[in-house]
């Protein structure tokens, strides 16, 4: 095997393996890319441990092991050994019940990588420098209110939450007004005896905060400013995390990207997942090192040209392709909502033809944001704007490889193809046997390498929104009834518990006129006895009913019928009894309507207790 055995080995657990048929690339692509290698002899090797790739002493690649095959030949027995990069780490780590509200990326990211909890609230208490009376909203779970000094804050300011219990606390996020959160702040932790700091920021220009650290035993934390500021300071919610295992993968450069992103990145998702969506809101790249760290960055590799591969002098073949599949004119990204209420922005050249009809349309509804939107637009905007151009490049011998890395900009040269331009190295492909080495470099002009990844991961987003999102679903109320200055009409929504979000809520108010069905009503008779204690005169007039008779009997014997008036003087204390026999009245049926109503007041409770109102006419 000659130079093989010098240069390139496989080392499992500290020890050299005996492999040949070595395959294995290094690419920009966010999906774990798979290695395989082949043992002359046995090896009880297992499954998910690690294997590492070393060139020249230097480890190029790690990956862990997913499948072993073995088996005979008529050269003799062989073991298969097949995996994928650390990615797949990432790729087959959900993360349970969190929340991301939204915040700087790099945060977010940070997050992610911390296997955590949400610490229980139930137990919690709240101590602030000022505006005790709210202390509470801080932790209620009601995001329409919250704690607030109502005041500029100051230097002496401050929150302590008591968790009423120690826990490993990892991680915090706090979500503030908008316009009233820290400027310059620092997040600490109770020890048992000094507070012991764990984050800290200044110029802070995000509303939200969302800080992540290696686990500290605590019951308490401690948010406060390092300065005097200029605005009010109001939490509307604060959640907490404890750490319960290692990292997934370890963190390497996480570069600050300083605008905050938001986006639905939520519960039992993989993790690979919510970090390339993460960098695909702003278009940034991220790397899993050989050494295990992630990186993240506006770019891998290099941003100016490292060296030259030219036709004819350190490229064996080079072949040119320039994809013109998916470019177009003008993009449209529709982000969460439904309807009038959906995110929407367009971006595109400036002379638009329509004729050319290059328009795309692109729907990502786990973005909630418009500014977050804009910025994913742009994104999409710079990577199909222009074809594609790729290039597969078979360098001389592996030591090209020690002038670039992956990510890194390299000048490609061919005066046969015409080509002489800078592009980026997005993919290595090595294949090391006893022939010797070769090399398949990728190059392109893409942004970044992840048209397939991004189609899988539109794909998850949607599998995502069917079981966290849920299905959206309408649910209409009826309710009619009369409403007079007492007698208001009480409608209550019923909302069914399985409900996630609440998009919006129409409210359709018709004024009709009182209605009834009927005139009359059947009546029975009845006796009224009345008094008096002096002397008078009565004056009783009857006249024929429509239907029936009546007749009316004095206490002195007098009776009357028919239609006529009688005059009588009795003096002294006395009485009159007045009977009116059993008797009916016809009821005429039908549909009688009276007066609509007017200057009718419309009043609406909100979840918060607040009680808002209007006038309808």
Request: proline residues 3%.
């Amino acid at each position: 095997m000659g130079g093989l055995e010098v240069t390139w080995k496989v080392m499992w657990r500290g020890e050299e393996l005996k492999a040949t048929n070595i395959d294995f690339t290094i690419s920009l692509d966010p999906s774990p890319q798979e290695f395989s290698f082949t043992l002359p002899s046995d090896k009880d090797l297992d499954i998910w441990s690690t294997v590492d790739i070393y060139y020249n002493n230097t480890l190029v690649f790690r990956g862990l092991i997913e499948d072993l095959e073995r088996g005979f030949s008529p050269s003799g027995f062989y073991l298969n050994v097949r995996g994928r990069d650390l990615k797949v780490k990432l790729l087959k780590s959900i993360v349970g019940e969190t929340r991301y509200i939204g915040g700087e990326p790099s945060d977010l990211i940070r997050a992610i990588l911390m296997p955590m909890v949400e610490i229980s609230k139930s137990g919690w208490t709240v101590d602030v420098s000022r505006g005790t009376s709210s202390a509470d909203y801080i932790w209620d779970k009601n995001f329409y209110r919250g704690w607030s000094i109502n005041a500029t804050y100051s230097a002496s300011d401050y929150v302590i939450i008591n968790f009423g219990a120690t826990h490993n606390v990892c991680r915090i996020a706090i979500e503030h007004k908008a316009e009233e959160y820290l400027e310059d702040w620092i997040i600490e932790y109770y020890d048992g005896s000094s507070w012991i700091p764990l984050a800290s920021a200044s110029n802070w220009t995000i509303k939200n905060i969302d800080k992540t650290w290696d686990g500290v035993e605590t019951q308490q934390l401690r948010i406060r400013p390092l300065s005097d500021g200029s605005r009010k300071w109001t939490i509307n919610e604060v959640w907490v995390f404890a750490q319960t295992d290692e990292r997934v993968i370890e963190e390497g450069t996480l570069d600050f990207y300083g605008y905050p992103v938001y986006g639905q990145i939520g519960n039992f998702e993989d993790r690979l997942s919510q970090i390339a969506r993460i960098a695909s809101y702003i278009g940034w790249e991220f790397f899993v090192n050989p050494n295990g760290t992630l990186d993240f960055k506006e770019q891998i590799g290099s941003t100016t040209s490292v060296t030259t591969l030219r036709e004819g002098i350190n490229i064996v073949s080079i072949s040119y392709e320039e994809d013109a599949f998916e470019t177009y004119d003008r993009i449209t990204l529709l982000g969460s909502g439904e309807g009038e209420n959906q995110l929407s922005y367009t971006v595109g050249t400036s002379n638009w033809d329509a004729s050319k009809k290059r328009w795309g349309l692109f729907v990502e509804k786990d973005i909630t944001s418009l500014a977050t939107l804009q910025k994913r637009a742009e994104v999409l905007w710079e990577k199909y704007k222009n074809p594609v151009k790729r290039l597969l490049v078979e360098p001389v011998g592996e030591t090209v490889a020690d002038d670039f890395n992956i990510g890194d900009v390299v000048t490609i040269v061919s005066e046969k193809l015409g080509i002489n331009e800078e592009m980026r190295v997005v993919s290595i492909r090595y294949n090391i046997s006893t022939r010797g080495v070769r090399m398949e470099v990728e190059l392109s002009n893409e942004v970044l390498k992840v048209r397939d990844f991004i189609r899988k991961l539109m794909q998850s987003v949607k599998e995502f929104q069917q079981y966290f999102g849920g299905f959206p679903s309408v649910i209409q109320l009826n309710g009619e009834e009369n409403l007079d200055g007492t007698h208001p009409i009480v409608i209550k929504l019923k909302i069914p518990k399985e409900t996630r979000e609440v998009s919006y809520v129409l409210l359709d108010i018709d004024g009709l006129a009182f209605r009834a069905y009927s005139k009359a009503t059947k009546s029975g008779g009845g006796t009224t006895v009345t008094s008096a204690s002096n002397s008078h005169k009565h004056s009783i007039s009857i006249s024929s009913p429509a239907s029936g008779s009546v007749c009316y009997v004095a206490e002195d014997g007098f009776s009357s019928d028919a239609s006529l008036t009688v005059y009588t003087t009795i003096s002294g204390s006395h009485s009159h009894k007045v009977t009116i026999p059993d008797h009916s009245h016809n009821i005429d049926y039908g549909i009688y309507e009276e007066l609509t109503p007017s200057n009718v007041k419309l009043t609406i409770t909100k979840p918060s207790g607040a009680v808002s109102y209007t006038h309808l006419t």
